[in-house]
Structure formats: structure tokens, C-alpha cells
């Protein structure tokens, strides 16, 4: 694991000069002034350790992980004002796959943060705010701790925290990637460093969290988290859902299907997670190239554990409980989620824009949608009556969708299904 010392000393001079060298070579035996700067504030390692990780600092730094614009001649940096680059990704330095590079903020929202810290401590705009976060009453506390406690965690902002149990809190310190040796539920072998990243981590964005909690690879509809560096993060490329609105019907009908389906897996799943959205929009939902659908953004996502079913009492909030929101701003108890929440939120939000009017030449087959769509989206309506027109809406469309060797996710099995 790389520490922040070790790359402000590395990170400019080797990587500058061989990345320009690349990009405009050596003119009559001069050597050009630098105009490529994958300077540290660029990843936001300037920052660390409130920072995500570093786990692939190295790869960044060996050109295995690629912006968009490094494949050409012209190797400048993209705008750091973005908030998402296309790059590629690469394991043997020949195959590569199409990546995207994300922060968990954008950098304005990173400015504000980082100078509500230096408020928070009365100290001047541009202060060491690993310095203030470290002297803080919470971060003290974690220094000390052995164990992720509902007590470490409490009134900071995101959903997934919202009403947190020991086994879910387990689960984070086990799974967290961004240390030597994960797998054990106690933080003894957490540097301090790794405790405040994952702090800050836990305040800002669970996102690339939910990622490591729940990988793809065991069966949930989450992309990959593939690592670090500084604040940004890697994740596989997917093809928005928004793309999909004004597709065939056969494309639409597939995608809402599978929609309902993620919806119906994160509320009912073998480890007695019940996963709920707080908000949907465009950008939270994307496929691969096989048309598998997948949830890209998990950072409303809230998560209530079945099994150690408890109010949380939210205690004193501090500067960790307001990087990102108003710390005036409370939120609803979790012993109020509805299981029909979710289906409500994706019903009126989302699935207007993949299946009203697409079915025009069956006016039978749409005005069913219609109406259990109608059903499905109104949060005045009983949790029974919503979840029985989703349900409803589930069969119907399975049975619009197609057998095509362009959903190769379920192709041919379909071919041999009596369903199809």
C-alpha cells in the first residue's frame, strides 16, 4: 500500500517526464517544457489521507490504467473539473477494457468540503485538513477502537448508515479493500491512515463500499470496484439506461423486466439485506455489452439488516455528519421504510420513460402497463397494492421480451426455456 509520503516524493518528476518524452519527444537535442501534469491535486492525493485509497496508484503510475486521450499522440489531461472520464483498463498491458474514472464528488463539491473542515477548526481556507479531521472527538475515538460500532458511525449523512448493525458494520471492515489484509471483522491491523480514509470514505460517498460489500461476482447486481487513487475510483464501462428510452420495444421491455427484478433482489435476498433506494435518476443504472443490467451507482442506497431489526439513535453531529449536506438536515427513520418504497420510486421515475407508448400496436398489452404502472408508482397506495402491481408489471413484461442473440446475457438459454 502506498502512502501519501512516498507519492508526493515519486509522483511528479518520473511520470512527467516520461509522459511528455511520449507525447513531443526531444527537439534539436532540447527538451520541451512539460505540458503534460498528472500532478497529485489532479487525483487528489494532495489530500490524503481524506482520500478513498490508493490501491491503484501503481497501476496509474505504470500507464495500465489509461485515460480516453492517452491512446492518441496527445497525452494532456483531461478537464479536472469533470466528475467522470472514459479510460481503459488493463491487466497484460495488451487486452484492455473500457473503464471509467469517477470521483465521489465533483471538485467544487470537494472545495466546499474541504473548507467546511477548515472552518469547522477556525482555521484559514487551504489548511491541513487531514491535520483537523485527525483532532477531531470522533476520529480520536476510531484511533482507539478495535471494532466498527454503531457509536463510530452515527449521524453521518449516507443511507447506508442510516440504521446500521453490528453485521453490516462487520461486513465493511472485513471487505474493505483499501488495507494490506482484509478479512477480519476487528480494524487491528488498520494503520491510522487506513482508518481515517475509510472514515471519510463512510462521510462523503459509500459508494465504491456498497461495491466491496456486495461484488458482482456473487451474484449481485453491482459493477466492480476495482480500486483507488486518491479521490477517484475505477469502475467498468456500461451503457446508460437513458439510452434505452427511445430503443424498440423488445430493448425496453427487457430492460424494465430486469429493473423490477434488481428492485425485488435488494429487498429479498439469502442474507437478509433489505436494500432500498432513497432517489433513482438516469445515471444510477447501466448495461454491458451482453444487455445485463446493472446498478453503477450505489450512493442511495440505503440498507436495513432483517435480522437485527433496531431503531438507531442518532447522537451529536460534527464535521464528518455535514461534508456533504446541510447539517441541519435529518433524516427519516428506518423503522418507516416501506418494502414498496423502491418500486415506487422506479415506477414513477423510470419505467414511464422505457415503456409508456411502447406498445401502441397492442393497445390491450399498454393500457395493462399503464395501469399497473399506475398502481405500482403511487406512494398513497398500500404497500400490498404496490407490490402486487409490480409484481403484476414483472410477468407481463417477461412476457414481451424476446429470445434474440442480442440479449446474449440469457441467450441461448431461452432458445430451450418453455417461458420463451
Not at 517544457?33 to 491503484?56: E, H, M, W
Not at 455528519?321 to 416501506?338: F, R
Given at each position: 500500500m502506498w502512502t501519501c509520503t512516498f507519492w508526493s516524493f515519486i509522483f511528479l518528476a518520473p511520470w512527467e517526464v516520461?509522459?511528455?518524452?511520449?507525447?513531443?519527444?526531444?527537439?534539436?537535442?532540447?527538451?520541451?517544457?512539460?505540458?503534460?501534469?498528472?500532478?497529485?491535486?489532479?487525483?487528489?492525493?494532495?489530500?490524503?489521507?481524506?482520500?478513498?485509497?490508493?490501491?491503484?496508484?501503481?497501476?496509474?503510475?505504470k500507464e495500465e490504467i489509461r485515460f480516453e486521450n492517452w491512446l492518441s499522440a496527445d497525452l494532456k489531461l483531461p478537464p479536472s473539473h469533470r466528475k467522470t472520464y472514459f479510460a481503459n483498463y488493463s491487466v497484460d498491458a495488451e487486452t484492455w477494457k473500457a473503464v471509467v474514472i469517477s470521483r465521489l464528488q465533483s471538485n467544487y463539491q470537494n472545495e466546499l468540503s474541504d473548507r467546511k473542515i477548515c472552518l469547522s477548526a477556525a482555521k484559514k481556507i487551504g489548511c491541513s485538513i487531514e491535520n483537523v479531521l485527525r483532532a477531531t472527538e470522533r476520529f480520536q475515538k476510531w484511533l482507539t477502537a478495535d471494532r466498527l460500532t454503531a457509536e463510530l458511525v452515527q449521524t453521518l449523512p449516507s443511507p447506508l448508515l442510516r440504521c446500521p448493525s453490528q453485521r453490516l458494520l462487520d461486513r465493511i471492515v472485513?471487505?474493505?479493500?483499501?488495507?494490506?489484509?482484509?478479512?477480519?471483522?476487528?480494524?487491528?491491523?488498520?494503520?491510522?491512515?487506513?482508518?481515517?480514509?475509510?472514515?471519510?470514505?463512510?462521510?462523503?460517498?459509500t459508494h465504491p463500499l456498497v461495491l466491496q460489500l456486495f461484488p458482482g461476482i456473487e451474484g449481485w447486481p453491482f459493477v466492480r470496484y476495482f480500486g483507488s487513487c486518491g479521490r477517484l475510483m475505477v469502475t467498468p464501462w456500461t451503457k446508460p439506461i437513458k439510452e434505452f428510452y427511445n430503443a424498440s420495444p423488445e430493448d425496453t421491455a427487457d430492460v424494465a423486466y430486469q429493473l423490477l427484478q434488481i428492485t425485488h433482489l435488494l429487498g429479498n435476498n439469502d442474507l437478509n439485506y433489505f436494500m432500498y433506494y432513497t432517489s433513482v435518476n438516469d445515471n444510477m443504472f447501466g448495461t454491458f455489452e451482453d444487455e445485463r443490467l446493472y446498478i453503477i451507482d450505489t450512493s442511495t442506497i440505503g440498507i436495513i439488516d432483517k435480522l437485527e431489526d433496531k431503531e438507531f439513535v442518532h447522537g451529536k453531529k460534527?464535521?464528518?455528519?455535514?461534508?456533504?449536506?446541510?447539517?441541519?438536515?435529518?433524516?427519516?427513520?428506518?423503522?418507516?421504510?416501506?418494502e414498496a418504497l423502491s418500486f415506487t420510486k422506479v415506477c414513477r421515475d423510470l419505467l414511464p420513460h422505457l415503456v409508456v407508448g411502447k406498445f401502441a400496436s397492442s393497445p390491450t398489452v399498454q393500457n395493462q402497463i399503464d395501469r399497473y404502472l399506475g398502481l405500482c408508482g403511487d406512494e398513497m397506495l398500500s404497500t400490498k397494492v404496490v407490490l402486487e402491481a409490480a409484481g403484476s408489471l414483472i410477468e407481463l413484461l417477461k412476457s414481451l421480451r424476446s429470445c434474440d442473440p442480442r440479449f446474449e446475457y440469457r441467450y441461448p438459454e431461452c432458445k430451450y426455456n418453455k417461458d420463451y
Open positions: 516520461s509522459l511528455n518524452t511520449r507525447a513531443k519527444g526531444i527537439t534539436n537535442g532540447t527538451k520541451l517544457q512539460p505540458v503534460y501534469n498528472f500532478g497529485r491535486n489532479f487525483l487528489g492525493l494532495d489530500k490524503c489521507n481524506a482520500c478513498i485509497g490508493t490501491s491503484l496508484c501503481k497501476k496509474l503510475f472485513r471487505r474493505y479493500a483499501e488495507v494490506r489484509d482484509s478479512g477480519s471483522v476487528l480494524m487491528r491491523h488498520f494503520t491510522d491512515r487506513d482508518k481515517l480514509r475509510l472514515l471519510y470514505t463512510l462521510s462523503v460517498n460534527d464535521i464528518f455528519s455535514c461534508l456533504t449536506s446541510d447539517c441541519k438536515t435529518d433524516v427519516a427513520s428506518c423503522g418507516n421504510i416501506s
